[in-house]
């Protein structure tokens, strides 16, 4: 159970990471393209 | 319970699990993993215009998509009935694949949300700006739990 | 084939190096210059670059376990260029990242936006110091005429988490890394293989409803779940080299991935994709480029599935 908590947390902290990411990326697009 | 045992000792299910053919488990496996990629993949990109990346993207064509995510659906629901099968006692009374069944049932019916909200609306557009985003993080997170509970399968129990 | 691992390491390994030296001169040349076609085509070459990077730490390290013992090999170097050797692999890797982003910037957008420049002109300079010590260090493996003392092949190596052996303890010590490394894997192959297969399917004539350039809009996060594979897959492979380096599926997955990251440079800055509107039909041969895109990463997710069936079991 430990396992799957942990695996769950890191999980979700990294999707959620990557999607920060993803999404300044496309603001700084939406941006610079005048959308 | 009995059913269970019946389904594994099937000679089907005997072939997938002790077939020493790469045709028998590694394929059907797999077969389960191009599946999901259908799948969990064409939902992420719907999700992602959902929650508004590329705004400027029209919504309506991508419901081609949905098309290639049923194929991913079809796919997967037969591989994964025979995997099931072929290790049914266990599987059939594992809580963490019921768990991962769950979010695939959640991840399906989200998906058919926003085909009837969205897609057969009369301006997708629109109907994806007012409802999407709620539907579109609801998919995603659904597929990440499922796509996790999955891959956790072979570490547990 | 006739040609043994270190050989081919040895081959490799020019491309960061020589490869690394020829991309930041083109591109401190276009700056000078003020030359935009030039600056393009640098960052095209740094991202072919850390592309080609990656087989090069592989063969690497599959090389160092091939010629560890024999005479005249000092096995203190080994590590130590391994060490040095994954640090500039690590920043060459973001500088290849970056270097993409300007492109695909630059491709939505009259000029390269400077802050993206800025950033790749300062990794792809640092990542050459750094492969260019890691090089060094690599000659002293079998070069003792280069070796000013003895003790000079273990010099400046500062041991940190960024290296092998801590990597490795890392996972046998938390039995949680694995798996979620593992699920994150899968859904970064499930971010990169939507994004593929929605820009290559418009392509190839679906979804017509849509410009290329609107498609184009999503690749950023197809090079996102790449990063996220190739993070978790690094992690795979330092943690359990041996798994790896023995493996014909590795080697396929790995030439598969080539083909991929290829195949992603092109949909990032070709123009005549770039330059389908709505209902456009594609030329032919863009249409086996996409073909071929999908076959890639068709390939790259079979071969790594079959790692524990084909070659050895794990």
New interface residues.
């Given amino acids: 159970m430990d ?2 908590l ?3 947390l ?3 902290v ?2 959620a990471l ?1 999607g920060a ?3 300044w ?2 603001a ?3 941006r ?2 005048g ?1 | 319970m009995a059913l269970l045992a019946w389904l594994e000792a099937s000679s089907l299910s005997t072939w997938v699990r002790e077939g020493e053919t790469i045709w028998a488990f590694p394929t059907i496996l797999t077969l389960h993993t191009f599946g999901m990629g259908l799948l969990v993949g064409c939902s992420i990109v719907i999700s ?1 215009r959902l929650l508004g ?4 993207l029209p919504i309506a064509p991508l419901r081609s998509l949905l098309t290639v995510m049923w194929g991913g659906f079809w796919l997967n629901l037969i591989t994964g009935s025979l995997l099931f099968a072929a290790d049914a006692t266990r599987r059939g009374t594992d809580p ?1 694949f019921i768990t991962k069944l769950v979010f695939v049932a959640i991840g399906v019916t989200t998906v058919v949300l926003i085909r009837r909200t969205v897609f057969d609306a009369p301006d997708p557009n629109a109907a994806a700006a007012a409802s999407g985003k709620m539907l579109g993080f609801l998919a995603l997170t659904a597929w ?1 739990a499922a796509v ?1 509970t999955g891959r ?1 399968l072979a ?2 129990s | 084939m006739g040609m043994t691992i270190p050989h081919l390491h040895l081959l490799l390994n020019h491309v960061p190096t020589v490869g690394g030296v020829a991309g930041v001169g083109i591109l401190l040349l276009a700056l000078v210059r003020r030359d935009d076609h030039l600056l393009r085509a640098s960052f095209e070459v740094l991202f072919v670059v850390a592309l080609a990077t990656l087989p090069v730490y592989l063969t690497g390290v599959a090389a160092g376990t091939a010629i560890e013992r024999l005479e005249g090999v000092s096995a203190e170097a080994i590590e130590t260029h391994e060490r040095a050797a994954l640090l500039a692999f690590v920043w060459m890797q973001i500088t290849g990242f970056f270097a993409w ?1 300007a492109l695909w ?1 630059g491709r ?2 009259p000029q390269l ?1 400077r802050a993206t420049v800025g950033a790749v002109l300062l990794l792809s300079v640092v990542t050459l110091a750094l492969m260019g010590r890691a090089a060094t260090i690599g000659g002293e493996i079998r070069h003792p005429e280069i070796l000013v003392s003895p003790d000079a092949a273990s010099v400046g190596a500062p041991a940190g988490w960024l290296e092998s052996a801590a990597i490795a303890d890392f996972v046998t010590q938390y ?2 890394v694995w ?2 490394a593992e ?2 894997h899968f ?1 970064g192959l499930c971010l990169v293989l939507g994004v593929l297969l929605a820009v290559n399917l418009r392509i190839l004539g679906a979804m017509k409803g849509l410009s290329f350039a609107s498609l184009h ?1 999503l690749l ?2 197809g090079m ?1 779940g790449f990063a ?1 594979n190739l993070t978790t897959g690094m992690l795979f492979f330092i943690a359990a080299s041996g798994q790896y380096t023995e493996n014909i599926a590795f080697l396929w997955k790995v030439i598969f991935l080539g083909l991929a990251g290829a195949h992603f440079l092109y949909l990032t800055v070709f123009s005549r994709t770039w330059a389908m509107n709505v209902g456009a039909e594609a030329a032919p041969l863009d249409k086996l480029m996409a073909a071929g895109g999908i076959g890639a990463w068709v390939g790259v997710i079979y071969w790594g599935r079959m790692l524990p069936f084909i070659g050895n079991a794990f």
């Fill in positions: 396992l799957i942990v695996v769950a890191v999980v979700v990294a999707v990557l990411t993803g999404f990326i496309d700084g697009a939406d610079r393209e959308i | 992602l990346i590329g705004r400027r963490l990440v996790t956790l570490y547990v | 982003l910037q939505r957008l936006p039995p949680w798996p979620a699920a994150l859904l809009r950023p996060w996102l996220l």
